[in-house]
């Protein structure tokens, strides 16, 4: 599966970081990591494992800023 974060949307509100901690993370100055990453959008594969707290993380985002793709 894939996940596609649209860092345009993202505003750092976290929420992905707290569902999905394996996944997501803040950096120092409070931003999404993967923005050292991408500058638009990043797309990265994820294991079926972490199918759950993936789509977790979908569901909480504020802006709906990520998106699941099986």
Aim: aromatic content about 6%; some cysteine.
């Amino acid at each position: 599966m894939k996940v596609e974060v649209d860092l345009n949307k993202c505003q750092d509100h976290g929420q992905c970081v707290y569902a999905a901690p394996d996944l997501f993370a803040l950096d120092d100055e409070g931003r999404l990591s993967l923005r050292s990453q991408a500058t638009d959008v990043y797309v990265a594969d994820v294991d079926e494992a972490s199918a759950e707290e993936l789509y977790e993380a979908a569901e909480v985002c504020p802006l709906q800023a990520i998106t699941v793709h099986e």
